[in-house]
Every structure is written in structure tokens, then in C-alpha cells.
């Protein structure tokens, strides 16, 4: 079974942009779903983004409108942009892969949303 590993996190103002990106490694197969949690400081583990093997995306209340999450299947990569910003979403940022085999988290990438 493979590896994922985040990048792109980082401090940004309330309204900004930022772009995660998850990176695996090892056979990875394309119908496989990738997805994207986050963990607030004090709060469980929530998922925001998926997206299945056929392309199908589910956002949770939180965030849809305001990130996307794609895929690169060429590149074994997959993405989460996120606008607009809000402080509410600060947190440690996790990719996520769904196999056969169960699934596979990244080490994680802080983003925190501040003035």
C-alpha cells in the first residue's frame, strides 16, 4: 500500500486563498476515493472533501462554495482549494486515500486562518 504526504498549508487572512496538495506514492488504484479532513484545535476530525473514482465530489455544510477538490490521476496527486477563508477554519489539514485495503492518512499540514 502506498504513502500520501500534504503540503500547501500555511498562515493566510481571513478571505485568502490557499492550495493543499497530497501526493501519493506506491500503487495507487484510480477508483480509489481521495479525500480531505480537517482537525480544529479541541475538535474531532471531520471530513470536508471527497471525491469518488468516478469523479463524483461531496463537500460538507462548511465549506461547499468555497473549496474544491480535484484529482491528477497522471501525477498520482490530488488537490484542495480552498477560498474565502474563515477563521472557523483553521486546523491541521489531512489527505486521505480509500483502497481496497482501508485507508491511508498523510502526516497532515497546519492552515491557519488570521488577522
Known amino acids: 500500500q502506498g504513502q500520501v504526504a500534504e503540503s500547501g498549508g500555511g498562515l493566510v487572512q481571513p478571505g485568502g486563498s490557499l492550495r493543499l496538495s497530497c501526493a501519493a506514492t506506491?500503487?495507487?488504484?484510480?477508483?480509489?476515493?481521495k479525500a480531505w479532513y480537517r482537525q480544529a484545535p479541541g475538535k474531532r476530525r471531520e471530513r470536508v472533501a471527497l471525491i469518488t473514482g468516478l469523479g463524483t465530489t461531496l463537500y460538507s455544510d462548511s465549506v461547499a462554495g468555497r473549496f474544491t477538490i480535484s484529482v491528477d490521476n497522471l501525477k498520482n496527486e490530488w488537490y484542495l482549494q480552498m477560498n474565502n477563508l474563515k477563521p472557523g477554519d483553521t486546523g491541521v489539514y489531512y489527505c486521505n486515500l480509500k483502497s481496497q485495503s482501508g485507508d491511508t492518512w498523510g502526516q497532515g499540514t497546519q492552515v491557519t486562518v488570521s488577522s
Open positions: 506506491g500503487t495507487i488504484s484510480r477508483n480509489s476515493a
